[in-house]
């Protein structure tokens, strides 16, 4: 079994014993992108057809926001695309994009995960989560610290949703944010690396 096998998040609550609440815990304040990315990010989509395929949603409109934002932690953390995890036998497979510690070992290495990135296949947000829980679930038991916080994102790239496994609870933030609205989305991201990495403050 691997995580794309998981199609809802009922099946990973049932499977792994999670309770499910829905509330707000991003703590965002709203973030200006800085002119050059906003540049880029607007000449994409009057350019290329973001939307004509996932791979597309993917390097056009996920990888862009999440670079920008990951690049003030780039020192401490590392930031991988389409790196194979594994647990167990049921826990296996491919997050889009994760964040992890930095391993000693170099950049080669996965350090401890804290936050897993899916996209949200064919605009379904179910199924998306029911592949970032699985993952998450999978981070939370490799670091073998259930008390520390793993958090996930699903986004088809407009639409970005978000949420946080502490020991058997897994809160989806009630709030969701979408690329129409840079600075809230900005935000949103930033404040959710802020609290996986422990760094407090924003952009400059």
Known sequence: MA???????????????I???????????????PAHFLHDFELAQESIDVLASESARCHALIYPILWECYKA??????LWI??????????????????????????????APLVMMVEAKRNDFEVGWGQCLAEMVAA???NDDAGCPVYGIVSDGRLWEFGRL???????NRTLYTADDLPELFGAVE??????MGKGGGRA
């Open 3 to 17: 995580f794309s096998d998981f199609k809802t998040e009922a099946e990973v609550q049932e499977q792994f014993g």
């Open 19 to 33: 309770t499910s609440v829905e509330e707000n815990f991003v703590e965002r304040e709203a973030a200006n992108p």
């Open 73 to 78: 932690y780039i020192e401490d953390y590392a």
């Open 82 to 111: 389409g790196k194979s995890i594994t647990y167990d036998e049921t826990l296996t497979g491919t997050p889009d994009y994760f964040v992890s510690t930095r391993s000693p070992l170099g950049k080669r290495v996965v350090g």
């Open 140 to 142: 939370q038991k490799i």
């Open 166 to 172: 502490v020991g058997d609870v897994f809160i989806r």
């Open 191 to 196: 404040a959710i690396f802020r609290s996986a």
